[in-house]
């Protein structure tokens, strides 16, 4: 089906690309239908798609779609909007869905270190135990500064390369 204001593509290489995406996906740990629901919002020219748009595409029930939706949404990798005039929801993909999954993940690592701090100080800084935790702990600090520090350098980069939305 082509969205408005799309190109016409040839529709094998679509599919070719979205499900060769969404199995790299699945490969590096993402469930297999939010997976090819996200690379399909990708690959539409609009970045955003209705729920039988994307079932329809997929060839999947909308039961299928929803779940993916869910999931993809509680790991800020799509948007939910209301099409105009409409009460239907359209899906959106944005171009800085990396930068906002991976920010994202601050809550997760602040809850990982917090359990990985009461680890060490329940098991002893001294025991093995405690020093592997330790050892957990500084990697999942390191990586939230370096992550923060990256994102930053990312934003002016792209600034650089792709402009101010």
């Known amino acids: 089906m082509t969205e408005p204001g799309e190109a016409v593509r040839d529709a094998e290489a679509v599919s070719k690309f979205v499900e060769g995406f ?3 996906l699945v490969e590096a740990g ?3 239908m939010p997976a090819r629901v996200f690379a399909a919002l990708l690959s539409s020219d609009s970045g955003a798609m209705t729920s039988a748009e994307l079932g329809e595409q997929l060839q999947v029930s909308p039961a299928a779609v929803s779940g993916a939706v869910r999931y993809l949404a509680q790991q800020h990798m799509v948007s939910r909007e209301r099409e105009p005039g409409s009460r239907r929801e359209r899906y959106r993909v944005h171009s800085n ?3 906002e999954a991976l920010t994202n993940r601050d809550v997760v690592l602040k809850r990982w270190e917090n359990a990985l701090r009461d680890g ?3 098991l002893g800084e001294t025991t093995p135990a405690g020093r592997r935790l330790a050892e957990t702990l ?3 600090e390191f990586v939230e500064r370096e992550l923060a520090r990256m994102m930053e350098r990312w934003r002016a980069h792209r600034e650089e390369v792709f402009g101010r939305d």
Do not use: D, H, L, N
């Open 22 to 24: 969404a199995a790299q």
């Open 30 to 32: 993402m469930q297999r």
């Open 97 to 99: 869905q990396w930068y």
């Open 138 to 140: 500084a990697f999942f």
């Open 120 to 122: 060490v100080e329940g």
